[in-house]
């Protein structure tokens, strides 16, 4: 065992002494060290369940034959962070979430680990730790929050996101934002539409990281505790099979992740943290591998943001299995293994089915004849950037530039009423490296909705959108500004042009010439760790990650960094 390493030897006697402290004796030290591994914290429903969650999954794994360790990492919670400078932590936090856990299961030399996760990036952090340990591990989603009830309608934190551009429009007061507010959030678990979070735990299920189901199921269900206690019990399995994350995660299985997005209309954050964990992996996966998936894949789960149905709805529909299903059933997945032992489409065949629900169509009967993004390309991001195609499926906009250099700036322009019909909203200097931290647009989306501008303009920016986004929107423009990406060269009044069925998205200014002109602008950050993210970064189109240009390690059963031979002939 990698364990061994701390606890067997008459020189690993000081380490013995310190696991005694902590209430383990003899018989426990001698069994497999299995991290559990959460992201829990008060400051926000999304991982508020995952400590209760943790006991469940270490009487699993002590039931199965071994001993858990605990792990606490961080949270940066992007409902609360939205529209703030607080907002360029998050995606950086999945790189330190990822770090911080590499760090805590190779210096203690565990055998195994079961993620606990609960929001946007910390559900791609377990899966990228998973892939770079590549110990046997199992993930867990803590589960999607139930929606709020307002004026006899469901709602989510995308209303109140929309309200505050109502709010700002003069089209609801005071008391109703607030009601609104106070409506929304009944209690523990992540953001409910088809967001960034639930989007992601169906990835982490389709990669096969993640038992079939388990995921799917409420924060505050009854039968949460059972799957938690399941995957303690699992990873057990995996440890004595050495079931290992790489082995599951490849081209045929992102593929299918992928299409597993465009036929839910998911984030597109997916394709930044898709691209994330391949590189964890070693697998072979790029930006352009994106545009078939969801090309050949019609949307067919009625999902918020741009559909009706939260995932509490989803859940009662048959889940992630159910999708699956259908796109088994029309040809559209590949099997592949599964952290079960079982393959996808065994855990699929295996899933409940609905008899009555309208929330997830066949694929005869689609709701949109293709999935909810497409990846463009032309001068004005020859790297490549993401269209959303979440709202009510237009493909083409032509417009004139309105161009500003922050987040602020531009919400400010939209709540003044100073954005019309026709424009192009350009917001630069918001990428990985320009930002820092490629923060999400959501209050400037949201507030376009509120104020009745959805369909009537478009917005590109070398930032991203929340999966709460809807409408005519292009994120991750590559290069980005800060890194002299066109967008950088773009000014008010230019003509820009965005064709989803040329994939193209273009300006007939004279951007060579403005370039001789161009200067990078001084970076917003100098010290501390968005700044040390600005100088590691690599680009969005590659998963905005600090190890650009890394190889993978290879797969091994010691950890990184650490060479040490134990003493033979002493144990524990």
Same mark, same amino acid.
């Given at each position: 065992?990698? /364990?061994?390493?701390?606890?067997?030897?008459?020189?690993?006697?000081?380490?013995?002494?310190?696991?005694?402290?902590? =209430?383990?004796?003899?018989?426990? !030290?001698?069994?497999?060290?299995?991290?559990?591994?959460?992201?829990?914290?008060?400051?926000?429903?999304?991982?508020?369940?995952?400590? +209760?969650?943790?006991?469940?999954?270490?009487?699993?794994?002590?039931?199965?034959?071994?001993?858990?360790? +605990?792990?606490?990492?961080?949270?940066?919670?992007?409902?609360? *962070?939205?529209?703030?400078?607080?907002?360029?932590?998050?995606?950086?936090?999945?790189?330190?979430?990822?770090?911080?856990?590499? &760090?805590?299961?190779?210096?203690?030399?565990?055998?195994?680990?079961?993620?606990?996760?609960?929001?946007?990036?910390?559900?791609?952090?377990?899966?990228?730790?998973?892939?770079?340990?590549?110990?046997? #591990?199992?993930?867990?989603?803590? =589960?999607?929050?139930?929606?709020?009830?307002?004026?006899?309608?469901?709602?989510?934190?995308?209303?109140?996101?929309?309200?505050?551009?109502?709010?700002?429009?003069?089209?609801?007061?005071?008391? +109703?934002?607030?009601?609104?507010?106070?409506?929304?959030?009944?209690?523990?678990?992540?953001?409910?539409?088809?967001?960034?979070?639930?989007?992601? #735990?169906?990835?982490?299920?389709?990669?096969?990281?993640?038992?079939?189901?388990?995921?799917? !199921? @409420?924060?505050?269900?009854?039968?949460?505790?059972?799957?938690?206690?399941?995957?303690?019990?699992?990873?057990?399995?995996?440890?004595?099979?050495?079931?290992?994350?790489?082995?599951?995660?490849?081209?045929?299985?992102?593929?299918? %992740?992928?299409?597993?997005?465009?036929?839910?209309?998911? /984030?597109?954050?997916?394709?930044?943290?898709?691209?994330?964990? #391949?590189?964890?992996?070693?697998?072979?996966?790029?930006?352009?591998?994106?545009?078939?998936?969801?090309?050949?894949?019609?949307?067919?789960?009625?999902?918020?943001?741009?559909?009706?149905?939260?995932?509490?709805?989803?859940?009662?529909?048959?889940? /992630? *299995?159910?999708? *699956?299903?259908?796109?088994?059933?029309?040809?559209?997945?590949?099997?592949? @293994?599964?952290?079960?032992?079982? /393959?996808?489409?065994?855990?699929?065949?295996?899933?409940?089915?609905?008899?009555?629900?309208?929330?997830?169509? $066949?694929?005869?009967?689609?709701?949109?004849?293709?999935?909810?993004?497409?990846?463009?390309?032309?001068?004005?991001?020859?790297?490549?950037?993401?269209?959303?195609?979440?709202?009510?499926? %237009?493909?083409?906009?032509?417009?004139?530039?309105?161009?500003?250099?922050?987040?602020? +700036?531009?919400?400010?322009?939209?709540?003044?009423?100073?954005?019309?019909?026709?424009?192009? !909203?350009?917001?630069?200097?918001?990428? $990985?490296?320009?930002?820092?931290?490629?923060?999400?647009?959501?209050?400037?989306?949201?507030?376009?909705?509120?104020?009745?501008?959805?369909?009537?303009?478009?917005?590109?920016?070398? =930032?991203?959108?929340?999966?709460?986004?809807?409408?005519?929107?292009?994120?991750?423009?590559?290069?980005?500004?800060?890194?002299?990406?066109?967008?950088?060269?773009?000014?008010?009044?230019?003509?820009?042009? !965005?064709?989803?069925?040329?994939?193209?998205?273009?300006?007939?200014?004279? &951007? #060579?010439?403005?370039?001789?002109?161009?200067?990078?602008?001084?970076?917003?950050?100098?010290?501390?760790?968005?700044?040390?993210?600005?100088? &590691?970064?690599?680009?969005?189109?590659d998963g905005a990650t600090t190890n650009a240009g890394l190889a993978p390690a290879a797969s091994d059963t010691t950890p990184r960094h650490v060479h040490v031979t134990a003493t033979e002939g002493v144990t524990a």
């Amino acid at each position: 065992m990698r /364990s061994d390493l701390i606890k067997t030897g008459a020189d690993r006697a000081p380490a013995r002494a310190m696991l005694r402290a902590t =209430g383990l004796d003899d018989g426990a !030290i001698a069994k497999p060290l299995v991290a559990v591994v959460h992201t829990w914290s008060n400051v926000s429903p999304c991982n508020l369940n995952l400590r +209760e969650l943790a006991e469940h999954v270490a009487e699993g794994i002590r039931a199965a034959g071994g001993t858990p360790v +605990e792990f606490n990492t961080i949270a940066v919670t992007d409902g609360i *962070a939205m529209g703030t400078p607080g907002m360029r932590a998050s995606l950086i936090s999945r790189e330190v979430i990822t770090d911080s856990i590499e &760090l805590a299961v190779d210096g203690h030399c565990l055998d195994a680990m079961v993620v606990l996760c609960g929001c946007d990036k910390t559900i791609p952090a377990a899966a990228m730790a998973m892939a770079r340990l590549d110990i046997p #591990a199992v993930a867990l989603y803590g =589960g999607t929050i139930a929606h709020g009830t307002h004026d006899n309608h469901p709602i989510t934190i995308q209303q109140v996101f929309e309200a505050v551009g109502a709010h700002g429009a003069g089209k609801i007061d005071d008391a +109703e934002l607030t009601a609104v507010e106070r409506d929304a959030c009944p209690g523990a678990g992540a953001c409910g539409g088809q967001f960034t979070a639930n989007t992601m #735990a169906m990835v982490l299920t389709t990669l096969g990281l993640s038992p079939m189901g388990f995921n799917d !199921i @409420p924060a505050t269900h009854p039968a949460k505790a059972a799957a938690a206690r399941r995957c303690g019990e699992l990873v057990m399995d995996c440890l004595r099979e050495q079931r290992k994350p790489r082995a599951l995660i490849n081209r045929t299985s992102l593929r299918n %992740a992928a299409r597993m997005v465009a036929a839910t209309a998911g /984030s597109t954050n997916a394709v930044l943290h898709l691209l994330a964990i #391949a590189r964890e992996a070693g697998a072979p996966w790029t930006l352009e591998d994106f545009e078939p998936a969801s090309k050949h894949t019609p949307v067919i789960a009625d999902l918020l943001p741009g559909g009706r149905y939260t995932a509490v709805e989803m859940f009662g529909a048959g889940g /992630s *299995a159910r999708v *699956a299903q259908e796109l088994i059933a029309a040809g559209m997945l590949e099997d592949v @293994p599964t952290v079960t032992g079982r /393959s996808l489409f065994a855990e699929a065949a295996a899933a409940p089915r609905a008899e009555s629900q309208d929330v997830i169509l $066949p694929v005869s009967q689609p709701l949109k004849p293709r999935g909810g993004y497409s990846i463009l390309y032309g001068n004005l991001a020859p790297e490549g950037c993401i269209l959303k195609l979440a709202g009510k499926g %237009a493909t083409h906009f032509e417009g004139t530039a309105r161009v500003f250099e922050s987040e602020e +700036e531009a919400f400010a322009a939209v709540q003044q009423g100073r954005i019309a019909k026709g424009d192009v !909203i350009v917001i630069r200097n918001e990428g $990985p490296a320009g930002g820092p931290g490629m923060r999400e647009m959501l209050g400037v989306t949201a507030a376009l909705i509120g104020r009745g501008l959805g369909d009537d303009v478009a917005l590109i920016t070398d =930032g991203r959108f929340s999966g709460a986004t809807h409408g005519f929107m292009v994120g991750h423009m590559a290069p980005e500004a800060v890194r002299g990406g066109p967008i950088a060269l773009l000014r008010d009044g230019d003509r820009i042009r !965005i064709d989803a069925g040329l994939r193209e998205i273009e300006t007939d200014a004279d &951007l #060579a010439e403005r370039r001789k002109h161009w200067t990078p602008p001084a970076p917003k950050v100098t010290h501390g760790a968005l700044a040390k993210y600005a100088r &590691l970064v690599g680009s969005a189109s590659d998963g905005a990650t600090t190890n650009a240009g890394l190889a993978p390690a290879a797969s091994d059963t010691t950890p990184r960094h650490v060479h040490v031979t134990a003493t033979e002939g002493v144990t524990a």
